[in-house]
């Protein structure tokens, strides 16, 4: 078992030099031991019977395919339909307009979510803009005040970060009460992307921003007209401009053309269709940040100017769409999931089977970047009949590790639904079925 | 100028750790020495005459957007539609089933291409496979031979990785006479996107690999049976069976539900569709790597077994389609391009004004891995009416650099259109209009 851990673990990191070619030695060696213990993971078919199915199927071995003329944007396979965002009316307002379509996280792989199942929040429905009637205006304490075309703005140099984009009602709506059972439902008010785009730094050297200038105003130019204010600080370090979305152009639904990237913080900060930035010394107090979207406390005071989304994590697999039913006695599984900060990186996992009252470490891998979805793994051997609580806890470099939801109630109380990030349970019953608990002391 | 390239280069490479918050005092320091500079990169707009526009656009700025109901898998603007894969009658046979349609290069942001964007090289047309019916039988020299479903594949310890797939034909329509100028056809025949899968040596921990096994069959399930051999060293050390890319199941052009990925290697042996991996001592010599897909060499014989696409690179922007013509006297404009190695990762890159007798250093951007493609760039102050030739040249960590195209016909001669990797020239006109020319000694 736990060779099986290390050799998976030395694997699961993807680094910048390439590892050395394997020795067929060097395979051979590793094998005896670990072959013992995985061969129990699968239990094979036998080979006859199935032979003429998978030499000549008939439904697409004998028959021609599509040419490659027939789709030149190319869509998921239809077998696949299931595989979408997901929306309740408990979360909607304005016939789905002010609402939200959230993202199958249950069916997510690595750090990337495709343009096409990130998460959709809108507060005046997904608006459509004409790239070339586009303008940014960009005023208030600049030196330059200035408006410029979508074209204008792509000529800045340019940056490629993937970050992550959360909302931080995340987990809101289950936090006090699991009501929907799902994963999808839980956690799926984030998503994960490859932005490109201009940080807004670049664009304040050219434009010239004046020192009394302290927060900055964004603002959408669609219906809702949202607007959020952001410090000065955050401006200056990350924030960002973008126009590209995995490696294409930002969707209708992500804001196309630019939006507002603010890695880690809030998603509703993130503005969609950016139309406005206007640089100021003093804080708007937007509707936005006002009558929403600051953390309320246990004395029913709000605290404002409150923008990170704290470190957080899930168990992916298993999950309530992702149960352990077809599991055999005795099976290697791999327990997976996400973690994320808005503060910095994640430095390490831990896995509870018991709900959160003994853990073990478990194994980061891939790419492990700042504010940015990293995925960790733990193998399990899989005990039939066994009835588990899984619990994952976070860890980033800024010190911070996720909160017990006791100990999160002591801080932020029970009435707001933003910044919950205390850990979540998913139990595995005695015949594998997933259910989402909470457990309080 | 200089210190312009030093802060992009500082801010471009994005590290694992989160660089520090900028303070607004280092900020203002920086701002004086480079306002000067860079404030000739835009004409601003006058701030009178768009502002009705900008603040409540009739158009969008007024009315109610679409519902989050509307598209539960997202798609494109529809302002967007001149951006997909192309094709041409010149790479087709087979009523456009033994075909290929080939990436917008130069729309790519990032290292991502979306999955509707990658390329598309069929030699059977696009099988759309059940993946309830769909199976994968693993024989010959392993100990526990076998057949999976999809659901027992997934169960193995899964990877994600970051990786560029290569038709090894590309740019090989392009090398002897420039015929498109474009860059899609130039340089679309690859994609790089995040792929999802198990290592085949995890799988063969589990089956028991037999020491004689030297070759591994791989055997497509399309209409084509595209079958390859893979030695078995590249087998044991990167070579993943994947069924995610980007974040979702594979698309059916990318052979949902399964295809082999061998990270770096030619894109025809990453045999889609997969339905067999059969082990063995001798290779298979099988048409595909027969009677294409060698390379020629200039006495007329081929080199086989030759299966890494070599060190490359291009310039993405300008191209062909992104000229400079609407480029004003004195604009900063950032030179943007691509490199790539499929036997390691890239350590540098060069760019030449004149056609490569002399270059200088360009500016790796973003992630830097190991058989991805890289970003690199180059801050440039434009002046009108210069004529420019335009050539880049990338180097990898395994020592290799991109030929001339002379030192390439040395090698290979002039017949094959396999594993052209020479350096490759845009001429910039007195205009700013962009040609693909050639420059031979």
């Not at 673990?9 to 590793?30: A, G, I, V």
């Not at 793994?377 to 800024?398: F, N, P, Q, V, W």
Request: with cysteine.
């Amino acid at each position: 078992m736990k060779k099986l851990v290390d050799v998976l673990k030395k694997n699961s990191l993807q680094k910048t030099q390439e590892p050395k070619l394997t020795s067929r030695r060097e395979f051979f060696k590793k094998t005896g031991t670990l072959s013992a213990i995985a061969a129990t993971a699968i239990s094979p078919l036998t080979l006859k019977g199935d032979d003429d199915a998978i030499i000549h199927h008939p439904e697409w071995g004998q028959v021609w395919g599509d040419p490659v003329t027939k789709n030149l944007y190319g869509m998921p396979s239809k077998y696949e339909h299931n595989n979408t965002r997901r929306y309740t009316k408990l979360l909607a307002s304005g016939n789905y307009r002010a609402s939200i379509a959230v993202t199958p996280i249950h069916e997510s792989e690595g750090i990337i979510t495709p343009n096409g199942l990130f998460f959709n929040r809108t507060h005046g429905g997904v608006a459509h803009i004409d790239p070339k009637k586009y303008r940014l205006m960009i005023h208030g304490l600049v030196k330059k005040p200035i408006v410029l075309t979508l074209e204008q703005l792509k000529r800045y140099p340019k940056v490629t970060r993937i970050h992550f984009i959360e909302c931080p009602a995340n987990g809101g709506q289950e936090w006090r009460r699991p009501q929907y059972n799902s994963l999808q439902f839980a956690k799926g008010f984030m998503s994960c992307a490859q932005w490109t785009g201009v940080y807004i730094k670049t664009l304040l050297e050219d434009l010239g921003l004046k020192p009394e200038a302290k927060w900055m105003l964004a603002e959408g130019s669609d219906s809702s007209e949202m607007a959020r204010t952001v410090p000065i600080e955050k401006v200056l370090d990350d924030a960002m401009l973008v126009w590209g979305q995995n490696g294409e152009a930002l969707r209708p639904e992500q804001g196309y053309p630019v939006r507002l990237l603010l890695p880690g913080w809030e998603g509703n900060l993130c503005v969609k269709w950016l139309k406005r930035l206007e640089f100021a010394s003093e804080p708007w107090y937007a509707k936005e940040e006002t009558s929403k979207y600051t953390v309320l406390k246990p004395d029913g005071k709000a605290i404002q100017h409150f923008y990170a989304n704290e470190v957080n994590s899930t168990v992916v697999s298993p999950s309530p769409e992702k149960p352990w039913t077809d599991l055999k006695d005795g099976e290697i599984v791999e327990i997976e999931g996400l973690a994320w900060s808005g503060m910095g990186t994640i430095t390490r996992v831990d896995l509870s089977f018991d709900g959160g009252r003994n853990y073990v470490e478990a194994n980061l891998k891939g790419l492990v970047l700042p504010k940015c979805w990293t995925r960790w793994s733990y193998i399990h051997k899989y005990k039939k009949g066994e009835r588990l609580l899984l619990t994952s806890r976070a860890m980033d470099d800024a010190g911070y590790i996720q909160p017990t939801i006791d100990e999160e109630v002591g801080m932020i109380g029970v009435e707001g639904v933003y910044h919950r990030n205390a850990v979540e349970t998913w139990e595995v019953t005695e015949n594998g079925e997933v259910n989402h608990v909470q457990i309080r002391s």
